[in-house]
C-alpha cells in the first residue's frame, strides 16, 4: 500500500513562504511522477504541480512563478517551496505518486490527511 505522508503546512503571511514535504513509506518514489494538489473549504481538488523522475516539473497557472516542486530520491521524498504566498493559497494540500495527465484525479482518490497551508494577514 502506497503510504504518502504531508508535511509542512502552517500559518503564512501574504508574501511569505512555506516548504512541504511529501515523505513515502513502504514503497519508492524513484521511476514515478509525484503531484501536489489542494483543496480549499468547499471547492473542488485543484492539481498545483508534478514532477517526474527525471526533473522534469510541471505547474498550475496560479502558482507558476511562485512555487517549485522538487524532489531527492534517495530520501524517498518530494518537496513543494511556495514563495510569494497568496490568501488565495490557502487550502489542505495533498501529494500523490503519479496524479499527472487529464485522469490525475485518480491518484488522489486514497490521498492521506494532507498538510493544511493558511496565508493570512
Known amino acids: 500500500q502506497v503510504q504518502l505522508m504531508e508535511s509542512g503546512g502552517g500559518l503564512a503571511q501574504p508574501g511569505g513562504s512555506l516548504k512541504l514535504s511529501c515523505a513515502a513509506s513502504?514503497?519508492?518514489?524513484?521511476?514515478?511522477?509525484v503531484s501536489w494538489a489542494r483543496q480549499a473549504p468547499g471547492k473542488r481538488l485543484d492539481w498545483v504541480a508534478g514532477?517526474?523522475?527525471?526533473?522534469?516539473?510541471y505547474y498550475a497557472d496560479s502558482v507558476k512563478g511562485r512555487f517549485t516542486i522538487s524532489r531527492d530520491n534517495a530520501k524517498n521524498t518530494v518537496y513543494l517551496q511556495m514563495n510569494n504566498l497568496k490568501p488565495e493559497d490557502t487550502a489542505l494540500y495533498y501529494c500523490?505518486?503519479?496524479?499527472?495527465?487529464?485522469?490525475?484525479?485518480?491518484?488522489?482518490?486514497?490521498r492521506g490527511q494532507g498538510t493544511q497551508v493558511t496565508v493570512a494577514s
Open positions: 500523490a505518486r503519479g496524479g499527472m495527465g487529464s485522469e490525475w484525479d485518480q491518484d488522489f482518490n486514497s
Open positions: 513502504g514503497v519508492t518514489l524513484r521511476g514515478h511522477a
Open positions: 514532477i517526474y523522475n527525471d526533473g522534469t516539473a
